[in-house]
């Protein structure tokens, strides 16, 4: 048996990426691609995790301030009027721990 190559014959190259950059030709859409990307942690990274590192724009204040506490008080206070206290700070309790967790990691 000789050594040498794998199965003999032609070794096929290897396969590279092309180098081509997304969006080159349009700067718009370049723009909105990197947006996209810092947005799923992928471009630049912020140094510090959790809330602190938080980028604050009006949808965040929107979710995080207004609809967030508003629909776990209006929902907890519907609840505790048709089910009962119990159930009533059953479900305002963990709206709270949701709400938190999204706040933290989101």
Do not use: C, H
Request: hydrophobic share 40%; no cysteine.
């Amino acid at each position: 048996g000789g050594g040498g190559g794998g199965g003999g014959g032609e070794e096929e190259p290897e396969y590279e990426a092309p180098k081509a950059e997304p969006y080159a030709q349009d700067p718009a859409m370049r723009s909105r691609y990197e947006k996209f990307l810092e947005s799923q942690g992928k471009g630049k990274r912020n140094s510090e995790g959790g809330f602190l590192g938080k980028k604050w724009d009006a949808a965040s204040w929107v979710g995080f301030v207004l609809i967030g506490p508003v629909l776990t008080v209006g929902v907890s206070v519907f609840i505790f009027m048709t089910r009962g206290p119990m159930w009533g700070l059953g479900v305002l309790l963990g709206l709270v721990v949701l709400d938190s967790l999204l706040f933290y990691f989101g």
